[in-house]
């Protein structure tokens, strides 16, 4: 198993991004947002977890926070993570709360979602086919449960 963390660009401040390994890869949606860094989570990852699975960093807006919501290649990134090997994304953002029990500061784990966007590709299934990856057919997706529920409370159990 391996994991990325999809995040904000002000993550890879992060000390466990010193010495990362940065990689960038073709994809056949185009380019991703910026080079993807491989690191090693050390001892914290070793010690609550037992394992040395690899961890990737992709950040969502580019290095130095250059790409904007509406340019982000969300396809290639998505291709780029599996290409890695990747089989579980853990992804970060920092929004404005919608409750006042959501006041700043406040981590939220969430087990659904309402997608606004428009003006972009919304799907990897588009009839294009790539052996590596994605069907030769068009898919339609269920949107009734878009979070893993086992990764979900993982992370919380991580957490708490």
Known sequence: MSIAVIGG???NQLACFSGAQEMTHNTPYGAHSGPVLKISMGMLQQKRTGDKTPVFFLPRHSKGHSLPPHKVNYRANLWLLK??????????NVVGGITEAMSPGTLVI???????????EHTLYDG????EFIKASVEHIDFTSLYSDSLRHQFIDFLN
Not at 83 to 92: F, P, T, Y
Not at 110 to 120: A, C, E, L, N
Not at 128 to 131: A, R
Request: include cysteine; aromatic fraction near 14%; glycine fraction near 10%.
């Open 9 to 11: 660009s002000g993550l």
């Open 83 to 92: 290409s890695l090997g990747v089989n579980r994304i853990i992804a970060c």
């Open 128 to 131: 294009f086919y790539n052996d």
């Open 110 to 120: 969430p087990h659904q979602i309402v997608d606004y966007t428009w003006g972009r």
